[in-house]
Nanobody
Framework: QLQLVESGGGLVQPGGSLRLSCTAS????????IGWFRQAPGKEREGVSCISSSGGSTNYVDSVKGRFTISRDNAKNTVYLQLNTLKPEDTAVYYC????????????????????WGQGTQVTVSS
């Protein structure tokens, strides 16, 4: 059974940092595009970032460019999302998703058609 587990969320002050992890079990992430999404209370789920299976292509929503960095360690079957200079508006549940076909193209919007999703990890930015 394909399973994704997010970790690394928590409470952080504005300007702080967190590193989220997305670890797969039951399959290898090597051949999957990975996306990170977030959903704040009362808002729609938003695509935050994606990374291609090779790691050679990444994309970010404008609101996090320059602050968030996506990376992957295929040997550890894990994808990371480094969150720096956090703002209160970054508060949300963050989800990772995987798909073997969906492409991550830096010239297009972050795709939404991912087949496997994790349960999410809460990120709260507050003083």
């Amino acid at each position: 059974q394909l399973q994704l587990v997010e970790s690394g969320g928590g409470l952080v002050q504005p300007g702080g940092s967190l590193r989220l992890s997305c670890t797969a079990s039951g399959f290898t992430l090597n051949y999957y595009t990975i996306g990170w999404f977030r959903q704040a209370p009362g808002k729609e789920r938003e695509g935050v970032s994606c990374i291609s299976s090779s790691g050679g292509s990444t994309n970010y929503v404008d609101s996090v460019k320059g602050r968030f960095t996506i990376s992957r360690d295929n040997a550890k079957n894990t994808v990371y999302l480094q969150l720096n200079t956090l703002k209160p508006e970054d508060t949300a549940v963050y989800y990772c998703a995987a798909d073997p076909i969906t492409a991550c193209n830096p010239y297009y919007r972050i795709p939404r058609d991912f087949g496997s999703w994790g349960q999410g990890t809460q990120v709260t930015v507050s003083s």
